[in-house]
């Protein structure tokens, strides 16, 4: 995956949310690390800094960096409410890259795809009994999370946990001076856009 920077943050966005710049500031330095690292920690820093992005999500200053943000402040709510939603979504993106490996034809490493994709069952089950996820749910992308449950015999079956023995902490990224390449914001619309295809990979 490649390297990544953040899209310019507006400066009217920074004056309509102070608290944004430290988010923003948080965010540019995950971006350094690259793409793949980025995508694993994305949540674990959306909720690190979850009123912040919620107030960046009703401005619409902040529009042109955040993009479709309609969702956002209800998702964060959602997601941040359950413990381990920062280490599923980490975990997503494993599963989702030895997933896309696996659709191309290319052998992958089984165990490695199901002890990333089985222990979402967890998460993914507080998600769906939450009320803070309630309207969340009801949301075209909010529908792709449901029903991974129905996947649970099959992590049984081959031995695989379906949750997690210790709770996920983010941890912000340590940077000096160093510059990313390349451009784009990306975040949570991944997990919205692409968690069908985890859940196809793990029923064939």
């Known amino acids: 995956m490649q390297e ?27 971006a350094s690390k690259g793409a793949e690292e980025y995508l694993k920690e994305t949540l674990g820093l959306f909720c690190s800094h979850k009123s912040a992005f919620t107030c960046a999500a009703t ?8 993009g479709n943000s309609q969702d ?10 359950c413990p381990n939603s920062g280490k599923m979504y980490a975990d997503f ?7 896309v490996q696996q659709t191309q034809g290319q052998t992958i490493d089984e165990a490695a795809f199901y002890t990333a994709a089985c222990p979402m069952t967890g998460p993914l089950k507080c998600i769906e009994s939450s009320s803070l996820c309630t309207s969340y749910l009801q949301t075209s992308q909010g529908a792709s999370m449901t029903g991974f449950e129905n996947y649970e015999a099959e992590c049984t079956s081959r031995g695989y946990a379906l949750d997690y023995t210790q709770n996920y902490t983010y941890t912000p990224p340590q940077c000096g ?25 793990i029923h064939e």
């Open 59 to 66: 401005q619409s200053a902040c529009g042109s960096f955040l």
């Open 72 to 81: 956002l402040a209800e998702s964060l709510d959602c997601f941040c409410g």
């Open 177 to 201: 001076n160093e510059v990313s390449a390349a451009s784009g914001l990306v975040g949570l619309n991944l997990l919205f856009l692409t968690f069908s295809l985890v859940l196809l990979s």
């Open 93 to 99: 993106v494993t599963a989702l890259l030895l997933a």
């Open 4 to 30: 990544l920077t953040l899209l310019p943050l507006p400066a009217g966005c920074a004056s309509a949310c102070p608290d944004f710049q430290s988010a923003y500031d948080e965010m540019e330095c995950l």
